[in-house]
């Protein structure tokens, strides 16, 4: 998917890519309210995207009318309802596309293989394909944690601003799962330090006791993204650790390019 700042101006055509100039133009301000939190003034967006006022406001006009924008009493405008719909639709989407690479996981490491996104303070399992192992974990997609007893949870928050995560360890908890479940928020960011130090995140028996589960995050997603893989921790030892990572890191980067080119067409 494009970066949200590769944004076209007047002063270029849309026939360049084959694409609806007007279309493109809604799309990128949708994009750069995002980025911005949701809401934005229009002078912030002509800034930030070198389109004229008038084209601006006349854009915005149209999304308002169709519901994917709602202008506030201070004349500021918000990110709409009707996004919240097709965010869903294409969140379970993603996990679909997502289950070749999770089923390719399997057959190399043996585990069961998730994928989670982060859905506000929380962790949504969009995806899994189990292990053929008759001892394997199961988590039922749709299935909602708090992120600071897993790993995908680890994984998605590694980069997100210190004053941040605890914003959001603030609001939810940090209810102890077992009793090796990390329950201070300093505590957790240094587990926050050890995951971008070493490039992935480990759950160590602090979700469930008898389970380790190693996960990374999906780089360039369009949303925030994690795969993992889970497992009885006699089997995901840290030996296996050392074998599974970088096959985690490689369907991680595979899952990346496809997602990025899956709005391409020749």
Request: glycine fraction near 8%.
């Amino acid at each position: 998917m494009p970066p949200s700042h590769a944004s076209t101006s007047d002063s270029k055509p849309a026939a360049s890519s084959g694409g609806v100039q007007s279309l493109e133009r809604a799309f990128d301000l949708l994009e750069r309210m995002a980025d911005a939190g949701g809401e934005v003034g229009l002078s912030e967006l002509s800034a930030s995207s070198g389109l004229p006022l008038p084209t601006i406001h006349r854009l915005m006009r149209t999304l308002v009318i169709c519901g994917y924008v709602r202008q506030q009493p201070n004349r500021r405008y918000a990110l709409g309802p009707r996004l919240i719909r097709l965010g869903e639709s294409a969140s379970r989407l993603l996990g679909t596309w997502a289950r070749p690479y999770l089923a390719r996981l399997v057959e190399e490491t043996g585990e069961t293989a998730n994928m989670a996104l982060l859905d506000g303070d929380e962790i949504v399992y969009v995806a899994q394909v189990p292990s053929k192992h008759s001892m394997r974990m199961f988590t039922e997609v749709g299935r909602r944690v708090l992120p600071h007893s897993t790993g995908v949870g680890k994984a998605l928050l590694a980069h997100t601003p210190p004053e941040e995560v605890r914003a959001l360890l603030a609001r939810t908890g940090m209810p102890a799962a077992t009793d090796k479940t990390i329950i201070t928020p300093d505590g957790f960011l240094e587990a926050l330090e050890q995951v971008r130090r070493v490039g992935y995140a480990v759950d160590d028996n602090e979700q469930e006791v008898g389970v380790r589960c190693l996960a990374v995050s999906v780089p360039d997603s369009p949303t925030s993204a994690a795969i993992s893989i889970s497992g009885p921790a006699g089997r995901v030892t840290e030996a296996a650790t050392e074998r599974i990572v970088p096959i985690l890191q490689q369907a991680a980067k595979e899952l990346s390019d496809a997602l990025a080119s899956s709005g391409t067409t020749g």
